[in-house]
């Protein structure tokens, strides 16, 4: 076997990127030039006779290089090196053969022309245990990979199927035949690239598609050939050898034969036509001719030189020089080559002069140049724009970049790099753009947005270029800087690139990803061009899910979900109002949360609870919660009931500027059922999904979202089932409506709300709820780390049955006077399968309404058979009971009112106390104005169970709020003091005058004319109303707008049998002034009654507390304050003439006023508390912080009553007798319930002039003073005589009197009031 091997050294180095064969118009091709500068001639030991095959083989490569019909290869010089070589088979061959052939060989050849190669030391045997590395796997594979890594980018190959014949290079002067029978075809070029794998021969042409299936049993082939595994250890040594011996032997000293020769050569002939072509052009030109500029210069880019010129010659001496690292003298030589190639103005050749020695320049060690770059921008002009070879400049903008990155000069390489970019060549200018956006990212100070700028760039001219692969990479790159700064508009275009380029590649879930992230950022973009994104979306992700239709649904970025905000609403919607039938209020879903009135309820319902379990709050207790929210308490998995609706409140937002339509909208769920089997043991079955007999969904066909708009969607679930329910989200299809993008600025389609929307596109997918809980603040622990507490509202268990109770308010009114009594009616109705008891209703207001009393008798039919239909139980009477009291008696435990009881929580009288499925029962309702102008909030919570108990709801609630606004009506104040008379009808003493003062305050907003005082009654269990005092001729008192009226009443005690502290039995006296009677004690009015004492019956009286046997200074202080008490009720019963609607109505109403203190004025409406004075702050401690034991003056001097008898005026002859003696009865009343000590002091107490005309001149006779003792309600007469020597007028009540109670022993005796003036008239006769 024999082989020629031409050793080249490459005039023009072949970069990577013109192995893609960029070409302009399909014309211009890249001609590789190589020239030979030695050859290698191998033969076998094995041949008969090997130096006759080395002498075939000199003679034939001196016919190619010599003879004219070879235009390939190309020879560096004419004497070219032969170096032969004795390839030696030591496996197989004969070695003594092979050193004397190879003796043979230096005799003829020499010692430096010859080289015997012994190989293949052992034979190809795999199962070797020895393992000898593939000497040639790390370049075969590289070329390998080089040449495969177009088809490894994508599923499929795109090949150019134009010009499939101007593929190969054509050669001058050789043909298709192999001539002379050698096996050396010079055909092709050596380094022309596979036409199969040139991916890109032609960018603008029609691509088509390639099956890889050959490509990929190509790379297995290649994988599993192993080279050199005959070669040992030895055999690779020896392989070393013979190159350095090839290197050191043949190949340098050959070179430096050369470069001598060239050099001799270039001082011999150079100089002579040097001189000759000097003297030629001054003897013509007759002086020196300027250097024209490089645009002046003609275009001689096809000017030839023949291979001797001397021009020429410099050249291969410079290559030479630089091919052995030679720089200097390759500088030299290249800058006289480029002053030869500029004179002949031969610019293709001065241009490759001008980079060569640059590079030079660059190369030489120790720099002792700068590096020339402006040689390097010149030859850049000329080969762009004299030669217009643009593969030249841009091979050489390459090399000059690197060059200028290697020096840190990345701004210059970055500058050079984008100068050459034209619209002539996308895949040029994508290559050299996105080397330069490298050029920006590595500077010492990185031009981070610069690089991602000119990355986009790069990715733009990739795509024009049909390079998808490679402008998807760069906008990756681009994106990586853009994504979180803030640069939407850029976000949005980098992402709706990648979307598309990922697409066009079939990278679906790229795609989807990068237009998803379009969507849910905040976007800038007009609402066209988000229409545009949307379309695309859709379009991209409809394409995904076709690839998985029974795969679970995707989740999709649009709506927004506020997930915090989701609301869970447990039970039916509530009625609206039905004419004068009006649905309990209860709760929904458009309330809004209030933190207060959620306070109020749970106390309501933990006080009806506490009631209910005798007055003890269960320690399991939790409220009853409806409405699931953000603020609710979430901790605890809710309870749903079995057939009562869930809805969930889902909150949507759109972020866009064109409308989305929601269709087919549902709730996304799991269940896991229980069923009851045996003793109450719940089994648990596995989940289920989609089931609707265990859960109803409810799916809302269409649901539109205008544009940047942020709507609810109420969802409803119906368990059919008990178990364990988890909501996971939402599931619908997303789609624009058709014609969205002409919509303006808000996005509303005229008619969007109202029928069915044409959809454009939609797809199906889901979004999950995820709710996190509240942070944890408790321990230690959760205060210093970040833990969240779990959030329950979407994982309601559904329990058994439970009753299901609904109210409603019939002639609810919502504007009442003050004080106003108005009767109404309220419907119970069990819309359940299951029956109801217990029902109680419980408000912070109980004085605000009533059911009645416990029995039939004490509330009235209704309506009454009486005048204008009242609301009150009324008694025709005669006109004799007139200005007389009619007493009836009632005891507050009838009313639900007792000692230690609980006035806000009323039990509801059902009948039977159950209320069966389907029944309802209608029951009366009487409310009453509060006192305060205004408008108030009221709530009931009605309480009720089921007659089956239930382990995990025990009871169920229904709330109401009534709103009511007030407005004026009556003030009425009242004052209670000790009367002058002792003695009643029956002899007894402890009369009191009752004032009252009624005041209409009503400005007639109402349509109220005037008001009428028809009623007053007196309630208390020691007192009661006798008669009016003074009444005036008009029965009937009549207020218009801001008249007052003044009453007086005198009040008596009870007899014994009436009061009884233990029934809790009421007295109570009507003074009618009418000819009706409302009878008090009973309903109504006794419920409003003994509610407006609620705050004061709850509280155990003092009395059961009093130890009889030793008394305390406490016990005295309780029996002193208990002179100035009085329990007195006044209640003032009216009616209201309205003119309404040109119609006159009546309306009803009552005032308490209650009385405790003797003398303090009371009032039946609240007062308001002026804000305290401010004082001065004390820094001194107090010397006596104790309060004293001892009591005031004032309730000191209520303990004895006095009252003087005598007549009014006395006749006495002063001409018969000079003084004049009156006898007088002073009455002493003991007002306390323990004896007292009594001094009457009859002396006057001052002298002074102005007393004794207020007095008189009048003196007691007989003792000046009397002590005595009167036991307990006792009453003492003391006979006086008065002493007047003159007539006139007199007042004798002067006596005064001092009182102690017995049995103290330190005496504290304390003057007692005074009575009112006691006048008398002296005449004489």
């Given at each position: ?106 005799q ?6 010859c080289?015997?190669?012994k ?34 980018d ?33 055909r ?7 036409p199969s ?22 790379k ?38 050369t470069?001598r ?43 030839l ?17 630089f091919?052995?690292?030679h ?38 060690p ?25 593969v ?43 080397q ?42 681009a ?10 508009l ?22 989807v990803s ?35 239709p ?26 609206p ?19 207060e ?11 009806v ?82 089931q ?10 269409e ?10 969607a ?12 988890h ?15 002409a919509?303006d ?43 969240y ?29 003050c ?24 408000s ?42 009619l ?26 106390t ?11 309702m009487w409310?009453?104005g ?29 709330r ?15 004052t209670?003091?000790?009367?002058n ?18 005041e ?5 907003e ?5 008001f ?9 269990k ?8 003074n009444?005036?001729?008009n ?15 005198k ?29 008090s ?18 509280k ?8 009889t ?23 003032v ?7 309404e ?32 004075e ?70 006057h107490?001052?002298t ?9 001149s ?5 003792q000046?003073q ?26 004798l ?33």
């Amino acid at each position: 076997m024999t082989f020629i091997f031409f050793l080249t050294w490459l005039q023009r180095k072949v970069e990577k990127g013109q192995s893609m064969k960029l070409h302009r118009d399909g014309r211009e091709r890249i001609k590789t030039q190589q020239k030979f500068s030695l050859c290698m001639l191998v033969a076998s030991s094995g041949e008969a006779e090997p130096v006759e095959q080395f002498s075939k083989l000199s003679q034939e490569q001196h016919r190619i290089q010599h003879n004219n019909d070879y235009s390939y290869p190309k020879w560096f010089i004419p004497n070219t090196l032969k170096y032969y070589v004795l390839l030696h088979d030591v496996s197989a061959g004969d070695e003594q053969r092979a050193e004397s052939i190879y003796e043979e060989m230096k005799q003829k050849y020499g010692t430096q022309g010859c080289y015997l190669l012994k190989i293949n030391s052992r034979t190809s045997n795999r199962a070797s245990d020895e393992q000898i590395p593939d000497p040639w796997s790390q370049y075969l594979q590289k070329n390998s990979i080089q040449n495969q890594e177009s088809y490894e980018d994508g599923p499929c190959t795109i090949t150019s199927n134009k010009n499939s014949d101007s593929n190969l290079l054509s050669l001058d002067g050789l043909d298709n035949e192999v001539k002379d029978g050698l096996p050396n075809n010079f055909r092709a070029h050596p380094l022309q690239l596979d036409p199969s794998s040139d991916s890109s021969n032609s960018i603008d042409g029609p691509d088509h598609v390639k099956s890889a299936s050959s490509l990929h049993e190509t790379k297995k082939a290649n994988a599993g050939i192993i080279h050199g595994a005959c070669l040992t250890l030895t055999d690779h040594d020896r392989i070393r050898q013979f190159i350095q011996e090839f290197t050191f032997r043949g190949l340098l000293p050959h070179i430096e034969k050369t470069i001598r020769q060239l050099n001799d050569q270039l001082i011999s002939r150079k100089g002579l036509s040097r001189s000759l072509f000097s003297a030629t052009k001054k003897w013509f030109s007759g002086s020196k001719v300027p250097e024209k500029s490089i645009n002046e210069l003609k275009n001689t880019s096809g000017l030839l030189y023949p291979p001797e010129a001397p021009e020429l010659q410099i050249r291969k001496m410079a290559d030479l020089c630089f091919l052995v690292q030679h720089y200097d003298l390759a500088y030299s030589c290249y800058h006289t080559a480029k002053k030869d190639f500029l004179n002949d103005q031969a610019m293709l050749y001065a241009a490759g002069a001008l980079e060569m020695a640059a590079v030079s320049a660059f190369l030489q060690p120790g720099a002792p140049r700068p590096y020339p770059a402006h040689y390097m921008d010149t030859a850049i002009q000329t080969y762009r724009d004299i030669c217009k070879n643009m593969v030249l400049a841009e091979r050489c903008v390459l090399l000059s970049a690197e060059i200028l990155k290697s020096q840190g000069k990345y701004s210059e390489a970055a500058a050079l790099l984008i100068r050459l970019t034209s619209e002539d060549s996308d895949l040029r200018s994508a290559l050299l753009l996105e080397q330069a956006a490298h050029c920006f990212i590595n500077m010492k100070s990185p031009m981070v947005r610069k690089y991602a700028f000119h990355m986009i760039l790069a990715g733009h001219r990739f795509s024009k270029a049909g390079q998808k692969k490679h402008a998807l990479r760069c906008y990756c790159q681009a994106m990586q800087v853009y994504k979180g700064k803030g640069w939407s508009l850029a976000e949005d275009h980098i992402n709706f690139t990648i979307g598309r380029q990922s697409y066009t590649l079939r990278q679906l879930d790229n795609a989807v990803s990068a237009f998803r992230h379009i969507l849910i950022n905040e976007s800038k973009q007009s609402a066209a061009q988000q229409g545009a994104f949307l379309r695309e979306y859709l379009y991209v992700y409809k394409n995904v899910s076709q690839l998985s239709p029974d795969g679970p649904l995707p989740q999709l970025p649009l709506p927004y979900i506020n997930s915090s905000a989701t609301r869970v609403f447990f039970g039916h919607d509530r009625r609206p109002a039905d004419g004068e039938k009006q649905a309990a209020t209860h709760v929904s879903l458009d309330q809004e949360y209030d933190s207060e009135s959620s306070q109020q309820w749970r106390e309501l319902e933990e006080q009806v609870v506490s009631v209910v379990n005798r007055g003890v709050l269960p320690p399991n207790f939790h409220p009853t919660q409806y409405c699931l929210n953000s603020y609710s308490d979430n901790s605890r998995f809710p309870l749903a009931v079995v057939e009562e609706p869930i809805t969930v409140e889902v909150a949507f937002r759109n972020p866009l500027k064109v409308p989305l339509l929601l269709t087919d909208l549902s709730l996304l769920w799991k269940f896991q059922p229980k069923y009851v089997s045996g003793k109450d043991n719940e089994e648990v079955k596995e989940l289920v999904k989609g089931q609707p007999e265990m859960i109803g969904t409810e799916v809302i066909s269409e649901f539109l979202i205008n544009s940047e708009e942020s709507k609810v969607a109420r969802l409803k679930l119906f368990p059919h089932h008990i178990g364990e329910l988890h909501i996971l989200g939402v599931m619908y299809n997303l789609g624009t409506i058709q014609g969205s993008v002409a919509v303006d600025g808000i996005g509303a389609l005229p008619g969007c709300h109202t029928g069915k929307h044409s959809l454009s596109m939609s797809v199906r997918g889901r979004q999950d709820l995820e709710i996190q809980g509240p942070r944890l603040n408790n321990t230690k622990e959760e205060k210093t780390s970040i833990k969240y507490g779990p959030d329950r509202r979407l994982d309601p268990i559904i329990t058994e049955e439970m009753p299901l109770l609904e109210v409603f308010f019939i002639h609810f009114p919502t504007g009442l006077l003050c004080g106003e009594i108005r009767k109404a009616y309220v419907e119970f109705v069990n819309v359940s399968k299951c029956p109801l008891t217990g029902l109680k209703v419980v408000s912070k207001r109980p004085e605000f309404f009533t059911f009645g009393g416990n029995t039939a008798v004490l509330t009235p039919l209704s309506p009454s058979a009486s005048e204008n239909c009242s609301a009150y139980k009324t008694v025709v009477t005669d006109s004799t009971s007139v200005c007389t009291a009619l007493v009836s008696s009632a005891s507050s435990v009838d009313f639900g009112i007792g000692i230690g009881s609980q006035p806000e929580v009323i039990s509801v009288p059902l009948p039977d106390t159950v209320l069966l499925p389907g029944a309802s029962v209608q029951l009366p309702m009487w409310l009453r104005g509060p006192d305060e102008e205004g408008v108030h909030e009221i709530n009931f919570l009605f309480y009720y169970e089921s007659i089956k108990k239930q382990p995990k709801i025990r009871h169920r609630i229904l709330r109401h709020t009534a709103v009511i606004c007030t407005s004026r009506s009556l003030n009425v104040r009242a004052t209670v003091c000790r009367s002058n008379s002792l003695e009643d009808e029956e002899g007894r003493g402890g009369n009191m005058l009752v004032f009252v003062d009624v005041e209409n305050t009503n400005t007639s907003e109402a349509g109220v004319k005037e008001f009428h005082i028809v009623q007053v009654s007196s309630s208390s269990k020691h007192w009661k109303l006798q008669k009016s005092v003074n009444l005036s001729e008009n029965k009937d008192a009549k207020l218009a707008s801001r008249e007052k009226g003044k009453f007086c009443f005198k009040a008596t005690q009870c007899k014994e049998e009436e009061v009884t502290e233990v029934s809790e039995k009421y007295t109570f006296a009507d003074i009618i002034f009418g000819n009706e009677q409302i009878v008090s004690s009973t309903s109504p009015c006794a419920d409003f009654f003994y509610r407006s004492l609620s705050s004061e019956l709850k509280k155990p009286q003092a009395q059961s507390l009093v130890h009889t046997e030793k008394q305390s200074v406490e016990d005295v202080m309780r029996l002193i304050q208990k002179c100035n008490e009085v329990d007195l009720n006044i209640v003032v019963l009216w009616k209201a003439y309205v003119v309404e609607d040109s119609k006159q109505l009546i309306l009803e109403g009552q005032h308490h006023v209650v009385l405790r203190t003797i003398g303090k004025e009371a009032f039946s409406y609240p007062q308001k508390q002026e804000p305290p004075e401010m004082e001065l702050l004390k820094f001194f401690r107090p010397e006596n912080t104790t309060v004293s034991s001892r009591p005031s003056a004032e309730q000191l001097s209520n303990l004895i009553k006095t009252s003087l008898h005598y007549p009014e005026s006395f006749n006495h002859p002063f001409h018969q007798k000079s003084l004049c003696l009156v006898p007088v009865t002073l009455l002493l009343s003991n007002c306390s319930k323990a004896d007292v000590d009594v001094i009457v002091d009859l002396r006057h107490k001052t002298t002074s002039p102005e007393a004794l005309e207020i007095h008189g001149s009048f003196t007691w006779l007989g003792q000046t003073q009397y002590k005595l003792q009167l036991k307990s309600q006792e009453i003492h007469s003391l006979q006086l005589k008065a002493c007047f020597v003159h007539t006139g007028v007199y007042n004798l009540g002067t006596p005064r009197v001092f009182a102690k109670l017995s049995d103290q022993v330190t005496v504290f005796e304390t003057s007692q009031q005074s009575s009112m003036p006691a006048l008398i008239i002296i005449n004489n006769v």
